[in-house]
């Protein structure tokens, strides 16, 4: 089967940026839903960001608006995370998730209906 590799976390201080970037093998992205989600240590798994087939339609937790955003492009078979203003809230393990879907304008964003996971890359914001 085919897998989803996230990179580009790391360390950075508070205000600073990131992108991070989810690829998939043997996978063509553009038949899928696909979202991040982030887990910070002792807390559940939640919700940061989804985005369509098409890339047409995109939603974002309300802790990250104006501040994240997701794209994808289908031809490289890769999605973004592009962070900005980061925040020591922000810390986490970030994982990207996909999601076969027959609709070019939907996206899920419950983590309870995407089947597949990456690994996660972990980000860090000092303060």
């Known amino acids: 089967q085919g897998q989803l590799v996230e990179s580009g976390g790391g360390l950075v201080q508070a205000g600073g940026s990131l992108r991070l970037s989810c690829s998939a093998s043997?996978?063509?992205?553009?038949?899928?839903?696909m979202g991040w989600f982030r887990q910070a240590p002792g807390k559940e798994r939640e919700f940061v960001a989804a985005?369509?087939?098409?890339?047409?339609?995109?939603d974002h937790a309300d802790s990250v608006k104006g501040r994240f955003t997701i794209s994808r492009d289908n031809a490289k078979n890769t999605v973004y995370l592009q962070m900005n203003s980061l925040k020591p809230e922000d810390t986490a393990v970030y994982y990207c998730?996909?999601?076969?879907?027959?609709?070019?304008?939907?996206?899920?964003?419950?983590?309870?209906?995407?089947?597949?996971w990456g690994r996660g890359t972990q980000v860090t914001v000092s303060s």
């Open positions: 998730a996909a999601q076969a879907g027959d609709h070019y304008s939907d996206y899920y964003t419950s983590r309870d209906e995407y089947n597949y």
């Open positions: 043997r996978r063509t992205i553009s038949n899928y839903y």
């Open positions: 985005i369509s087939r098409t890339g047409g339609n995109t």
